[in-house]
């Protein structure tokens, strides 16, 4: 049984105890009162009680304050009703809930109101117990959730056994040897460290979780150029970048991701079926598509899997589900979509 079915069997046990308990509290002090009277009242208790849980845990959790308010008094008010129609009946006759009377059923305004705020009262109240639990609920999940989120930064940080200082000194001490020998391989030298310092500031707790999209472009392609640098081959991307793309935020090293894996496992040398880079930002949107030819199961590296799930990951804390990714596989062509809403 999944958790729905469960929180419904729950919920239709209690009210079907709740309803003997009613009958057995009213029958002992009023004997023509009726189980089948009783059954017709639940709809009121039922009412009152979801009625207002809605009001609390979905308008008012949410600081909807305004449509709480207003599906509460909604609430009230066909209770209102309905608990004249049940306790006095129809103008001239007293109604179909006759049996809740044990002596004439003259109107009293005073028993009236008592009935009512009695009844919406209790059930108010459960419902807001309800809702306070929930609210303990969510609370203790998020605490384990932040605690797991801990461990695991812990845990990043100490397997993170170069330190970005060291790899810089490094990087440094090469290009001053390299200046005047190799000036080709110091330039390289200097676009491979500006690519891993690109990378080890997105990965820096207290970094920027976004960049604009011309940076993204722009440190991409210095990856594809420092790729092919040490290749023995010269990658063919085409690009076809539309909008303003300094309007727009995007995870830093977002494309980067794509783009290494075109370079994974698919053929960015082929000049019949070049790699296309697509960038279009609209008003509201925008959208990245890579197309790719796929390599040969022989000729491609080992997918794991990681660099799509990780990259979703962050574009879920970055956009908060505001975006769509999606790949698709068609005549040998490998294509990654991504669009966001802005």
Same mark, same amino acid.
């Given at each position: 049984m999944n958790r729905n079915h469960w929180t419904i069997s729950r919920h239709l046990v209690f009210w079907i105890a709740y309803a003997f308990y009613f009958y057995v509290v009213n029958k002992l002090g009023n004997s023509k009162l009726s189980f089948w009277t009783v059954l017709y009242s639940m709809p009121f208790f039922i009412l009152i009680y979801y009625g207002i849980s809605y009001s609390l845990n979905v308008h008012l959790y949410n600081k909807r304050y305004l449509k709480a308010i207003s599906i509460a008094f909604l609430v009230y008010g066909i209770t209102f009703i309905g608990i004249y129609l049940l306790t006095h009946g129809w103008p001239g006759s007293i109604g179909l809930y006759a049996d809740y009377f044990t002596s004439k059923p003259n109107f009293s305004l005073r028993k009236f109101l008592q009935t009512y705020l009695k009844l919406i009262g209790? &059930? #108010?109240? &459960? %419902? &807001?117990?309800?809702? !306070?639990y929930r609210l303990k609920i969510l609370s203790m999940e998020q605490q384990q959730q932040e605690h797991e989120w801990r461990r695991r930064y812990e845990y990043t940080t100490l397997t993170q056994q170069v330190s970005p200082h060291l790899l810089a000194n490094i990087f440094q001490s090469l290009e001053q !040897?390299? #200046?005047e020998v190799r000036p080709e391989l110091r330039k390289r030298i200097v676009e491979l460290y500006s690519v891993m310092r690109y990378f080890m500031d997105s990965t =820096?707790? +207290? $970094? =920027?979780? #976004?960049v604009l999209l011309a940076q993204e472009i722009q440190a991409t392609k210095q990856f594809i150029s420092i790729h092919d640098g040490f290749s023995s081959r010269k990658s063919i991307f085409y690009w076809q970048v539309t909008g303003n793309i300094e309007g727009a935020f995007i995870p830093s090293t977002c494309l980067v991701t794509l783009v290494s894996n075109v370079f994974k496992h698919g053929d960015p040398y082929s000049t019949s079926q070049p790699a296309i880079i697509q960038v279009c930002v609209q008003r509201d949107l925008f959208k990245i598509t890579v197309s790719n030819k796929v390599r040969s199961a022989k000729a491609s590296l080992e997918s794991h899997g990681v660099g799509l799930e990780n990259l979703k990951g =962050?574009? +879920?804390? %970055?956009?908060? $589900?505001n975006f769509k990714l999606y790949h698709s596989l068609t005549d040998g062509t490998f294509q990654v979509h991504l669009i966001v809403n802005l």
């Open positions: 209790n &059930f #108010s109240i &459960f %419902a &807001f117990l309800g809702y !306070q !040897q390299l #200046s =820096r707790p +207290e $970094g =920027r979780t #976004s =962050r574009l +879920e804390y %970055a956009y908060n $589900g």
